[in-house]
């Protein structure tokens, strides 16, 4: 109770930072719902010059992103580490942050939190629902739980993959353009990774798996059978990952000696 309590006091001290700057946090929210929609653009202009791309059509591609952008959204929202080399070791706010009676990565996540990505949650439901109509996906009394367990998977994979990587400079305090690449390379997880070759295919799966962020979990409501097994596995993907990664960062926390001068 303790931890939901810092997390309630968090969010609001955040919403009334934020609301003080209202035209501000207007056009974040706009910007990030316009690159949404290049990215959609992009995969309609794709399709129109062909009606399948491996065996996958026009609506299944747009339903996988929008599932994609629903645990994209949440960890954009929470996991927002990608300048923790550069502010918490470099700059050495990490010190600060080892002086309070909470956990080191918990107080770092809510810091860092950016509540104003939650839209691009709406906007990946607002996909799936376009995408599912046309394509008639029926909606079964199980299926809002499923997708909310998937969802948390996405998530955590997410996270999970990031937090290894920021734990990097616990080890190596150079500054490092890992994050961004990493970024890109995790856009791959929300097309087939069977249009993808077997290397690639299997790096999306099982180094970097944002296959089960986005094409793996979507598989399921689309009723590709060939996917289903890839599809509950992403709740232990997801655990698996974001558990490994808590791992580490404790035992770099305890590597970490602090700024100096």
């Known amino acids: 109770m303790f931890y939901v309590r810092m997390f309630f006091q968090y969010v609001a001290q955040y919403m009334k930072t934020r609301l003080e700057y209202r035209a501000d946090l207007v056009v974040e929210i706009f910007s990030d719902l316009l690159f949404q929609a290049v990215n959609l653009i992009f995969i309609l202009v794709v399709f129109a010059h062909t009606d399948f791309l491996n065996g996958w059509n026009r609506d299944e591609i747009i339903f996988i992103y929008g599932f994609f952008l629903v645990p994209y959204a ?107 690449m990493m970024y890109n390379i995790g856009n791959y997880g929300r097309y087939p990774v069977d249009i993808y070759n077997k290397v690639i295919r299997f790096v999306l799966t099982w180094v970097l798996p944002f296959a089960f962020v986005g094409v793996y979990p979507a598989a399921f409501f689309l009723g590709r059978d060939e996917w289903y097994v890839y599809s509950f596995l992403t709740p232990f993907m997801g655990l698996a990952f974001f558990g490994l990664s808590v791992y580490i960062w404790n035992e770099g926390v305890k590597r970490y000696r602090g700024a100096g001068n």
Not at 169 to 177: E, I, L
């Open 74 to 180: 949440l960890f954009s929202a929470f996991f927002n580490i990608w300048d923790f080399n550069e502010r918490y070791i470099v700059k050495g706010e990490m010190d600060r942050i080892l002086t309070r009676p909470i956990h080191s990565l918990f107080q770092i996540i809510l810091e860092r939190m950016e509540l104003e990505s939650l839209f691009g949650a709406i906007t990946g439901l607002a996909v799936m629902f376009y995408a599912g109509s046309r394509l008639g996906l029926e909606v079964n009394w199980y299926d809002p739980l499923l997708f909310i367990v998937l969802v948390i998977g996405g998530v955590l994979v997410y996270a999970g993959i990031f937090v290894m990587i920021a734990c990097i400079s616990f080890w190596a305090d150079a500054r490092t353009s890992i994050m961004p």
